[in-house]
């Protein structure tokens, strides 16, 4: 939601608790004074006016505000007129006066287009107004409330993009190469202004009548005899450089930019302080009246704060559109408009000013700012931003697309000459990336998978499972042989060999080593006649033996490490699709959407611009914001709630909107303002 949106809001919520005069009092009366007849057509206006008002409610609706088309068949819809009572009973008199003048002749016209209008803007007397008329009224606010948003987000719409365009033309002034760049893009135009001012001069000239009658040797004199006098009037053109020329033209299209920028900023400003905004923030026109300010007055108040939007709205959309108005004068040709607008005047004369207008011709000064004022508005800013803006995509890329097309053929040849080397080279990619997914990705996660489920064809391990206990076995029994065929002391008993086979799983091979040492006092001896060779392969057994018994070790410690080394082996694939997928977002992303890394430092950027302009400002003998200055700082209060909404939670934004509220209030002053700043600088720099 917006921060157009947030207004709306407020303004339809602080209209939906007005009291109407009248309430329920009309029809009660016409029951007791008219016939069924009236009273059913009465109570069927009054239910339809209350079905609009409802489709005009910012809750009935999942858009806050609502388009221009539906607001204008709204209004059709609901047919104000001066047919209702309340009308008819304050401006008869106004219909009586016309006849009798028209009557009178036609000499007086002037006389009676004037004395018509004065009346038409008059009350005869206090009437209580009926519950139609207030229905009506109550429409005409919310219609009003909604072309009030729609007015502040055109204008906000308009100015947001003037800073991309005002960024574009400082690279064109900071770099040569932009400015060469530049130059090179906008070489057709130039070209074909050139032409058109050559040939519209020789038409003048009567070029047209040469080429018909004496040939065309005389119109290519007259076209050089042109040419030759705008290159004598363009001598001082010629000693500056291209580049100078382009940067003159990129400050003057720049100047043009943030002259309009301010005006919009201003206008912006004057809305929202002047209009709806204002009155229902600080103003008593949407309050309801207290027990003891029952006046006249004031129970109708709001009818006035409506009208005056009306007119306000009116004129600064006019103004704004005007090319020729000063930026430091905008305010005071606002002023006095409004001094000179017939609804100001009339309102501020009158002893019941908000009974002074019917809801009927204030309807149609709304239906005429959205079909005529805020079209003509758009249409005039859009022509201005085209004509001083950055160019558009057909200049700045007509140079690359040529070289494209006049290359097409080529490169359709070397595309077609290489044609199976290209399909053969886009098979094995796609190959190569299956195969990565299937051996990074998809084996490496089922391997964590079952090792999670403890499967035995998932389990880490360097030797076989049987193995230590074959070669134990097989060790024992050489040993044992060998103990029972050359004993020491006799043969040996069950006692002694169960005794042995404990001590060699233990490692213990004394009688081994003792044939091996006697042996080795006489190696050729033993070799040949001893056990000098069968106690070296007992030996070499027992090596081996052990060697496994640390492998088994090793192979342990393995197993209870198997879910590191499953994620391990799973961490290269994984960062290489991590890789690539950045890079994709990157390359071929959004350049719209700004993503959350990049947020923080645009709201950096934001509220460096917020303090500038808080800074910079001249504050008024209050000490506020004049409304150039605070519509600026509305346009960047806007794109920092826009950045704020991706990156900050839920109740964190929350907060936050209550600091941009304090922040864009102008009746607090400047120096709150810049102390709301550094508060939230602080508050919220984990999301800086």
């Known amino acids: 939601m917006s921060f157009v949106a947030d207004q709306v809001q407020r303004i339809d919520s602080q209209l939906d608790r007005l009291p109407l005069s009248a309430a329920g009092l009309s029809v009660s009366a016409a029951a007791t004074t008219a016939d069924t007849g009236a009273v059913h057509v009465n109570q069927a206006r009054i239910t339809h006016l209350q079905n609009l008002i409802k489709s005009l409610s910012t809750s009935q609706n999942k858009k806050s505000l609502l388009s221009r088309d539906r607001i204008r068949a709204v209004l059709q819809q609901a047919r104000i007129a001066d047919d209702c009572s309340t009308c008819q009973q304050h401006f008869v008199s106004y219909k009586q006066t016309t006849e009798i003048e028209r009557d009178g002749g036609e000499e007086d016209g002037e006389h009676h287009q004037h004395?018509?209008?004065?009346?038409?803007?008059?009350?005869?007397?206090?009437?209580?107004?009926?519950?139609?008329?207030?229905?009506?009224?109550?429409?005409?606010?919310?219609?009003?409330?909604?072309?009030?948003?729609?007015?502040?987000?055109?204008?906000?719409?308009?100015?947001?993009?003037?800073?991309?365009?005002?960024?574009?033309?400082?690279?064109?002034?900071?770099?040569?190469?932009?400015?060469?760049?530049?130059?090179?893009?906008?070489?057709?135009?130039?070209?074909?202004?050139?032409?058109?001012?050559?040939?519209?001069?020789?038409?003048?000239?009567?070029?047209?009548?040469?080429?018909?009658?004496?040939?065309?040797?005389?119109?290519?004199?007259?076209?050089?005899?042109?040419?030759?006098?705008?290159?004598?009037?363009?001598?001082?053109?010629?000693?500056?450089?291209?580049?100078?020329?382009?940067?003159?033209?990129?400050?003057?299209?720049?100047?043009?930019?943030?002259?309009?920028?301010?005006?919009?900023?201003?206008?912006?400003?004057?809305?929202?302080?002047?209009?709806?905004?204002?009155?229902?923030?600080?103003?008593?026109?949407?309050?309801?009246?207290?027990?003891?300010?029952?006046?006249?007055?004031?129970?109708?108040?709001?009818?006035?704060?409506?009208?005056?939007?009306?007119?306000?709205?009116?004129?600064?959309?006019?103004?704004?559109?005007?090319?020729?108005?000063?930026?430091?004068?905008?305010?005071?040709?606002?002023?006095?408009?409004?001094?000179?607008?017939r609804y100001y005047q009339i309102l501020e004369a009158s002893d019941y000013s908000a009974l002074s207008l019917n809801p009927a011709m204030v309807t149609e000064r709304l239906t005429t700012i959205l079909d005529t004022h805020l079209s003509s508005y758009q249409a005039e800013l859009r022509a201005r931003t085209r004509e001083h803006g950055r160019p558009s995509g057909i200049i700045r890329y007509w140079l690359p697309a040529t070289v494209l097309l006049v290359s097409s053929t080529t490169i359709y040849r070397i595309v077609m000459g290489h044609r199976n080397e290209i399909i053969a080279s886009i098979r094995d990619l796609g190959r190569t990336t299956i195969d990565f997914f299937n051996n990074w990705i998809i084996e490496p996660t089922k391997k964590i998978i079952g090792t999670i489920r403890h499967d035995e064809d998932s389990e880490v391990s360097i030797m076989s499972k049987r193995s230590l206990e074959g070669d134990r076995a097989s060790l024992e029994r050489m040993v044992v042989d060998f103990a029972i065929q050359n004993p020491e002391n006799g043969s040996l008993s069950e006692v002694q060999i169960a005794e042995m086979r404990q001590k060699v799983r233990e490692g213990d091979l004394t009688p081994v080593l003792k044939a091996y040492e006697k042996d080795m006092q006489k190696p050729i001896v033993g070799a040949i006649t001893g056990n000098l060779i069968r106690t070296l392969l007992i030996q070499i057994q027992k090596t081996k033996v052990d060697v496994e018994v640390a492998m088994a070790g090793i192979d342990s410690i393995l197993k209870s490490q198997e879910l590191l080394f499953g994620f391990i082996g799973l961490t290269p694939g994984v960062m290489v699709c991590i890789g690539i997928t950045r890079y994709l977002q990157g390359t071929f992303g959004s350049r719209k959407g700004v993503r959350k890394s990049e947020a923080s430092s645009h709201m950096m950027r934001v509220f460096r611009n917020i303090d500038r302009i808080l800074t910079n400002a001249q504050p008024t003998k209050y000490g506020e914001l004049f409304y150039k200055d605070h519509g600026l700082l509305l346009c960047e209060v806007h794109v920092l709630r826009q950045l704020a909404n991706r990156i900050m939670p839920g109740r964190v934004f929350h907060d936050f909107l209550e600091e941009l509220d304090d922040l864009v209030d102008i009746r607090t002053g400047v120096a709150k303002q810049r102390k709301v700043v550094k508060r939230m600088r602080w508050a919220y720099a984990k999301w800086l």
């Open 115 to 341: 004395w018509e209008e004065e009346r038409r803007y008059s009350v005869t007397d206090a009437v209580e107004p009926s519950y139609e008329h207030e229905l009506e009224w109550l429409l005409l606010s919310k219609a009003t409330a909604h072309t009030y948003g729609l007015v502040l987000n055109s204008i906000l719409e308009q100015t947001l993009p003037l800073s991309d365009d005002i960024w574009y033309w400082d690279d064109i002034l900071g770099s040569a190469r932009h400015a060469s760049i530049y130059s090179v893009q906008t070489s057709p135009l130039r070209v074909w202004a050139w032409s058109k001012a050559v040939y519209q001069d020789v038409r003048r000239r009567g070029g047209e009548g040469v080429l018909g009658r004496e040939g065309w040797s005389q119109f290519y004199g007259l076209v050089q005899e042109v040419v030759r006098e705008r290159s004598l009037v363009q001598v001082q053109r010629k000693v500056l450089s291209p580049l100078a020329l382009v940067r003159n033209e990129a400050r003057a299209k720049q100047s043009a930019l943030k002259r309009i920028r301010l005006i919009n900023a201003n206008a912006l400003g004057v809305l929202l302080g002047e209009g709806l905004s204002n009155q229902s923030s600080h103003d008593e026109g949407f309050r309801t009246p207290t027990a003891g300010a029952q006046s006249e007055d004031a129970r109708h108040r709001w009818k006035s704060a409506v009208t005056r939007s009306i007119a306000l709205m009116d004129i600064v959309l006019q103004e704004v559109a005007d090319p020729h108005v000063p930026v430091d004068d905008f305010d005071n040709a606002v002023a006095a408009r409004t001094d000179q607008d």
